[in-house]
């Protein structure tokens, strides 16, 4: 009873999910910073729905990562996210929702025809399996650049924020 007591008392029993700075609880996927075109203008977000987002014209990337077999993921790239944010600037930050974050260069990205994948093998990505937005590059198409630790850090599963710096 003393533990439960304790439970109540420090308030785990009414938590509900930890939202990470930079995103946003029932948004798919929240834009930020130096952008042009928002939804929430107090909070300077463009917060994109699922529906808009998987209505984004559909890219695929085959690979293998360090936790996938060679794959076909599919998604929007990267840039034309970005673009209907309006994006200005030269930095991202990529906010997962574990609370992992990376910065990057827009144009490293962009260079490797990055998308945010949202199905592996024709199978929705869930939070379970790196979903529901797994940033994705062909690491297999440039090992030389994309097989080494710094490039795997970028490959950030659980996206659900991406700050415009």
């Known amino acids: 009873l003393i533990v439960i007591g304790l439970w109540l008392s420090t308030g785990l029993a009414n938590a509900g999910p930890h939202i990470p700075e930079g995103c946003r609880q029932n948004v798919f996927l929240t834009i930020s910073g130096k952008i042009g075109k928002t939804t929430d203008t107090a909070g300077n977000a463009y917060e994109m729905s699922?529906?808009?987002?998987?209505?984004?014209?559909?890219?695929?990337?085959?690979?293998?990562?360090?936790?996938?077999p060679k794959s076909d993921f599919v998604g929007p790239l990267l840039s034309k996210?970005?673009?209907?944010?309006?994006?200005?600037?030269?930095?991202?930050?990529?906010?997962?929702?574990?609370?992992?974050?990376?910065?990057?260069?827009?144009?490293?990205?962009?260079?490797y025809g990055t998308i945010l994948a949202?199905?592996?093998?024709?199978?929705?990505?869930?939070?379970?399996?790196?979903?529901p937005v797994f940033v994705m590059f062909s690491r297999d198409s440039f090992k030389e650049e994309l097989d080494t630790p710094a490039a795997a850090s970028y490959l950030v599963w659980q996206l659900c924020g991406i700050e415009v710096e």
Do not use: H, M
Request: aromatic letters at 8%; glycine letters at 8%.
């Open 50 to 68: 699922e529906r808009e987002f998987l209505g984004l014209p559909q890219s695929t990337v085959t690979t293998s990562t360090a936790w996938t």
């Open 81 to 111: 996210v970005l673009s209907e944010a309006e994006a200005k600037g030269t930095k991202l930050r990529l906010i997962a929702l574990d609370n992992f974050s990376v910065e990057v260069d827009t144009g490293y990205l962009e260079k």
């Open 118 to 131: 949202v199905s592996e093998n024709g199978v929705r990505l869930t939070i379970r399996d790196f979903g």
